[in-house]
């Protein structure tokens, strides 16, 4: 087998590397879950000389990965090999690589505890033995789940005298990062993060706020839903309802405007990612509404 270099993602093969990760999700998940403006928005984030690495095999790119620092001693990483070019060893290489610049961050947190975590097909047993055997522990699986809008959905509002609007900025900006660090702190997936660079994150090309719905109680703001488009679907990246609200029927509410902002624009397709065993019960509800799981992910991590 000829030598294999991993060297940084060079954005002038951005397109290959997204035509990798759509030719993996394929693969494992039966769809694509993944665009260019995906990979560029990953990219904007991460120092790329030293926390994104690719394989080009044969004149092609053949492997991709890249680490994220959540925040101080929490990093994630994420890992592609082409599936005509597993069992090479490829994978192996990437994981390598990303402990390698992992332990870097480690040295430097020596006041936090460091976690890497990766995540991986569910159904991967390859997979699953690669981080296994390199001292990672399997968490929790996450469902992606789907509704199909062939029909007119359902739209319902609460009582109480709470109401479902679209988002304002001018308005309700301040109180939506407010409301999204309240209700967040309740999942697993919560981190602090600044502001800026939080609203920065949810301007990317996806993000429509014609699909961006608050709920509003006595002038104050109860729940959001914010939602990417992608053309032929949406997909639904945050929903929360902070604590003195919940069990009134606010998040179905919030996501049936949704579903139906969507079928009036001809989109009939709208997914979203819940854990398994979610904290807030999220996914009966998902599951009530008539989303369905389509596959899982399993979530593993391991201490540095």
């Known amino acids: 087998m000829q030598n294999i270099t991993l060297e940084p993602v060079d954005l002038a093969f951005a397109e290959e590397i997204t035509e990798l990760v759509i030719a993996c999700d394929i693969d494992e998940y039966g769809q694509p879950d993944f665009v260019l403006e995906d990979l560029l928005d990953i990219c904007s984030d991460i120092p790329l000389a030293t926390n994104s690495w690719m394989i080009r095999m044969n004149g092609e790119v053949t492997a991709f990965a890249f680490l994220e620092e959540n925040e101080k001693g929490r990093l994630s990483s994420y890992g592609y090999v082409h599936p005509k070019w597993k069992s090479q060893g490829l994978g192996s290489l990437l994981l390598e690589a990303i402990e390698n610049r992992a332990r870097e961050y480690a040295l430097d947190s020596t006041e936090t505890a460091c976690t890497l975590s990766n995540v991986i097909p569910a159904l991967s047993e390859a997979a699953r033995q690669l981080l296994e055997n390199r001292g990672y522990v399997f968490q929790r699986k996450y469902s992606r789940m789907g509704i199909e809008l062939q029909t007119p959905p359902a739209l319902s509002t609460p009582g109480n005298g709470i109401s479902i609007d ?139």
């Open 166 to 304: 679209l988002y304002n900025p001018a308005a309700d900006e301040d109180l939506l990062w407010s409301a999204y660090c309240e209700t967040f702190q309740d999942t697993r997936t919560y981190y602090e993060i600044d502001k800026s660079q939080w609203l920065k994150e949810k301007g990317g090309a996806h993000y429509d706020r014609n699909f961006w719905f608050i709920a509003h109680a006595d002038n104050q703001l109860a729940g959001f839903i914010i939602s990417k488009n992608f053309g032929d679907h949406l997909y639904v990246d945050l929903l929360g309802v902070r604590r003195p609200w919940r069990k009134q029927g606010i998040a179905r509410a919030l996501l049936e405007h949704v579903f139906h902002a969507a079928y009036n624009r001809g989109i009939e397709q709208v997914l979203l990612s819940v854990d398994d065993v979610s904290l807030t019960g999220a996914n009966r509800l998902y599951e009530a509404v008539g989303m369905k799981a389509l596959f899982q992910m399993a979530f593993y991590e391991k201490k540095l």
